[in-house]
């Protein structure tokens, strides 16, 4: 039986590489994220690698609670057997000491990072398609277990998000749903040139002279969180760089 990952963020990063990974397993995919455009090249280049499998996309922003309650509701039947969510979409927004913090910054990433995964989650494990194998995880950080200067708020989501996914993980243990946070430590994604509003140059220097991890590092390893077999649940997986032994980065400036 084909299964069904959904996968928030899915048009950069992380996201798209577990697309592209769970892509060559066989999954269908349902794929969203604001910027449309990247998801229908996405889709397109899948489709024409792996043909046999199914992909639907949308526009999403996990910010806008009614979008995303109206949008998984108006989802085609056939898409409304999940088994399993990737709670991916997520972002950091600037690095300040807490006292030159931006609000806007702060709204953004609680906003995202915290209640853009609990509209998805909430709208999404009714559909969770438990007699097949279900499980959501959740995409937390090594920002979730420890803090470093100036990471304030982006830490303080990311602890939230460890602590809803053992939230998760005992409420929906009835509901026959695995639960699982993912904690990277740097993957050289978009994200830093996302922290830094566009600037390049400054989001580059963070991975001088450190091999970070891929967004395909991540997603090989929650597709092996995702097979285990059905009495094995990973809670938590923390997974560095070998070159970056705590949270803390030297080239984060
Ligand atoms: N890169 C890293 O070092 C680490 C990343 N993480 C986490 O991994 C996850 C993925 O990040 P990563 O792939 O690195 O970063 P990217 O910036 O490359 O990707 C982030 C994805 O999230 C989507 N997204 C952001 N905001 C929204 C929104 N409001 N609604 C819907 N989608 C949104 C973006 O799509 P779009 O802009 O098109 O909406 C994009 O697809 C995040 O949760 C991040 O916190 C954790 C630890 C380390
Ligand atoms: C875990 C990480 O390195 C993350 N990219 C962050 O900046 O916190």
Redesign the pocket.
């Known amino acids: 039986m084909t299964k069904t990952v959904f996968i ?9 590489a577990c697309a592209e990974v769970l892509a060559k397993e066989g999954y269908n995919l349902l794929l ?4 449309l455009n ?1 998801l229908e090249a996405l889709k397109d280049a899948l489709l024409a690698a792996y043909p046999t499998i199914q992909i639907h996309i949308f526009e ?4 806008d609670a009614e979008q995303v309650a109206n949008q998984i509701e108006g989802l085609p039947p056939a898409w409304k057997k999940i088994n399993v969510l990737i709670n ?5 927004q600037g690095l300040d000491p807490i006292q030159n913090g931006d609000i806007g910054d702060w709204d953004r990433m609680i906003d ?2 915290i209640k ?1 995964l609990l509209y998805v989650s909430k709208s999404v494990i009714p559909l969770m398609d438990t007699e097949n194998g279900a499980h959501i995880v959740n ?5 979730g277990k420890e803090v470093y200067p100036n990471g304030n708020v982006y830490c303080a989501t ?1 602890h939230a998000v460890d602590a809803l996914t053992k939230a998760m993980r005992i409420d929906l243990l009835t509901q026959g749903i695995k639960v699982t946070s993912i ?5 050289e ?3 830093s040139e ?1 922290r830094f509003h566009g600037d390049r140059e400054r989001a580059k220097n963070v991975y001088n002279g450190v091999q ?1 991890l891929t ?1 395909k590092d991540i997603a090989e390893t929650i597709l092996f969180v995702i097979t285990r077999p059905a009495h094995v649940n990973i809670n938590d997986l923390l997974i560095m760089p070998t070159a970056q032994a705590t949270g803390t980065i030297v080239n984060r400036k």
């Open positions: 928030t963020g899915a048009s950069s990063g992380i996201g798209q969203c994220a604001r910027r990247r999403l922003d996990v910010r991916n979409a997520g972002l950091s995202t990072n853009g995409l937390g950080s090594i920002a990311k904690d990277p430590g740097m993957v994604t978009e994200f996302v970070a967004g």
